[in-house]
């Protein structure tokens, strides 16, 4: 596996977000059975935009599945920070995802009845938390939502309700936000600002963010890219441009 320039440094020395070791996952059993993942081993650094590629059927939801607990491991150990997820019971690992991970999805997961505002601080409602309120003003800057917060779903674009989704996910504080496709309901200008806005939290706020994408447009925006093929970790890049992304696809599925 090659990878150089200075996003290559920084994902080798910056302390570990997420950690992978020795990640198999197995659906099904005896000539059933299938090889989701292979033995993955790989490290997302703090403060880093990570994007995670391959052909389909590669592995790459799955892994994120699993980074995130939303799907156990058959073998291997997943570390977010210094706790290994993968030994936590169900309701300790609900709370560590409450409390330490964020979330964004291709679907926006907006609740209609609820203004802009509402949805933005309901996962911190849920959990009896007040925000930062110094953290939400700047959130609410970063994404633009200013003019927005008493408007409830129905009344926003697509790219104005991801916009919402990616301010729920960064007012909670989480260690990482794993994003699942999302720009993937939204035309390509809403989708390059939602991508924007994602890239800026990393840059200004220190998050960690690591997004499965099938769009190579989409991986440029990260630091670095990282490819499955057949549930294994192949190569990566730093610097990702959408050119080199193709070019690495199209050789993984050739």
Do not use: W
Request: proline share 4%.
């Amino acid at each position: 596996m090659t990878i150089t320039g200075e996003g290559a440094v920084r994902s080798r020395t910056a302390p570990a977000a997420v950690v992978a070791t020795g990640v198999t996952k197995v659906y099904g059993r005896g000539d059933a059975a299938v090889h989701a993942l292979r033995g993955v081993d790989v490290r997302f650094g703090t403060g880093a935009f990570t994007a995670i590629m391959g052909p389909s059927g590669s592995g790459k939801s799955t892994l994120m599945h699993c980074l995130a607990g939303l799907d156990s491991v058959t073998e291997g150990e997943v570390r977010i920070g210094d706790t290994d997820i993968t030994r936590l019971g169900d309701k300790r690992l609900t709370l560590l995802r409450r409390e330490r991970v964020g979330f964004i999805f291709q679907a926006f997961n907006l609740l209609p009845t609820l203004t802009a505002e509402q949805n933005i601080r309901l996962p911190l409602d849920i959990a009896g938390r007040q925000a930062d309120q110094e953290l939400f003003d700047m959130v609410i800057r970063t994404v633009g939502l200013g003019d927005r917060l008493k408007h409830r779903p129905s009344q926003l674009s697509g790219g104005q309700q991801q916009r919402v989704a990616v301010a729920r996910a960064l007012v909670g504080k989480p260690q990482v936000i794993f994003a699942d496709e999302p720009t993937g309901n939204l035309d390509s200008r809403s989708g390059a600002e939602v991508l924007s806005f994602l890239r800026t939290s990393v840059r200004e706020l220190g998050q960690t963010i690591v997004m499965v994408t099938h769009d190579p447009v989409a991986a440029s925006y990260a630091d670095r890219v990282v490819f499955l093929r057949d549930g294994l970790l192949v190569t990566e890049l730093a610097r990702p441009t959408p050119q080199n992304v193709l070019d690495t696809l199209l050789k993984l599925e050739g």
